[in-house]
């Protein structure tokens, strides 16, 4: 056939004009800034094993560079260690949610005071501009 398009073509072009925006371009557009002064959340007690583990595991493995290769080893030394074994991660990650908690609640003081100062500023400005503009008194100009 001259001329004709073939059915891949004739897909490929419908395919273009339906397409929809992804889920992720909606999100990003209505999300707010995170602030750099918050807290990280702590590591799992799986992450602090993952802390531990990755350096032994590149000491017997100098010339592994593949990231799935040590998580895939990580996971499969998690999985098989018993509870006494995994007891001191569990005990460290525990250790590192009460820190993280503690500064939650000073992280949270401290925005409800910036957010108090904020509104108390916002009032007196007010309030200002009222008197400024002469709707409460009178001024006399002799």
Do not use: C
């Not at 909606?26 to 993952?50: C, L």
């Not at 820190?99 to 916002?122: F, G, V």
């Amino acid at each position: 056939m001259k001329g004709g398009k073939s059915k891949s073509d004739a897909k490929s072009g419908r395919l273009a004009v339906n397409k929809k925006p992804t889920a992720k371009a909606g999100k990003k557009a209505g999300k707010a800034a995170k602030d750099p002064n918050k807290p990280k959340r702590p590591a799992s007690a799986f992450f602090v094993f993952m802390e531990e583990f990755r350096v032994q595991y590149k000491k017997e493995h100098p010339k592994n560079n593949s990231v799935a290769v040590v998580g895939k080893a990580g996971g499969d030394k998690w999985k098989s260690l018993s509870g006494d074994e995994k007891a001191p991660y569990i005990a460290e990650a525990e250790k590192r949610n009460a820190e993280y908690e503690k500064n939650m609640e000073a992280y949270n003081k401290r925005q409800s005071e910036i957010e108090d100062a904020e509104s108390e500023k916002s009032v007196s400005e007010v309030s200002d501009e009222e008197d400024e503009d002469g709707s409460g008194e009178e001024e006399d100009d002799d």
